[in-house]
């Protein structure tokens, strides 16, 4: 592991005193999480195509401007090599993925990045919609987990009619540096 490392886990509320006694570092917050089940209607917006992010595209990951993303992956090739992703493209220049970021036998958990000058142009919404269909036609049922104050984030599975599902209602995490 690396100095970025950050172990996450799901509690219930009632344990948050013994989270924060044991690890006084540990963030908690809330989520929302939502299940699609069904194939999403893939939104068509004039001069972009969508297609998988590989070999050199990669990079053009860096220039969505989300650090978030590199607290997970050292870079966008390993970030790519490792999970399923669909990018919007226009004139070969990435400017939105969706991207698989944890899965089970049964489960893919997806989110996504947009740079901030395409944001707001329903670019998330179909490249999540265009990941979500190829991973329901392989037998996952897909999860998209957001905070409770990422509003835009909260938007994209609303709009691809995935379901509102409980699992648990929080989540934690806590910086870690291996000694």
């Known amino acids: ?22 690890f006084p570092e ?24 969508t297609r998988p992010v590989i070999g050199k595209e990669t990079e053009q990951i860096r220039n969505l401007k989300q650090d978030w993303l590199w607290k997970y992956y050292d870079n966008p090739q390993e970030f790519c090599e490792k999970y399923d992703s669909i990018g919007v493209f226009k004139d070969d220049e990435l400017l939105s993925i969706s991207a698989v970021f944890s899965c089970s036998e049964k489960y893919s958990n997806i989110a996504a990045a947009t740079h901030p000058d395409y944001r707001g142009r329903g670019y998330a919404g179909l490249a999540s919609a265009s990941l979500a269909n190829i991973l329901l036609k392989n037998g996952k049922s897909i999860i998209w987990m957001t905070s409770e104050d990422n509003i835009p984030s909260q938007k994209i599975p609303q709009r691809l009619n995935f379901k509102p599902f409980i699992w648990r209602n929080t989540l934690f995490k806590i910086n870690w540096k291996p000694s």
């Open 1 to 22: 592991m690396n100095d970025k490392s950050i172990f996450h886990e799901e509690a219930p509320i009632n344990q948050f005193d013994t989270i924060y006694k044991i």
């Open 26 to 49: 540990a963030e908690i917050w809330k989520y929302l999480c939502r299940i699609g089940n069904e194939p999403a209607d893939i939104p068509h917006i004039d001069g972009v195509t």
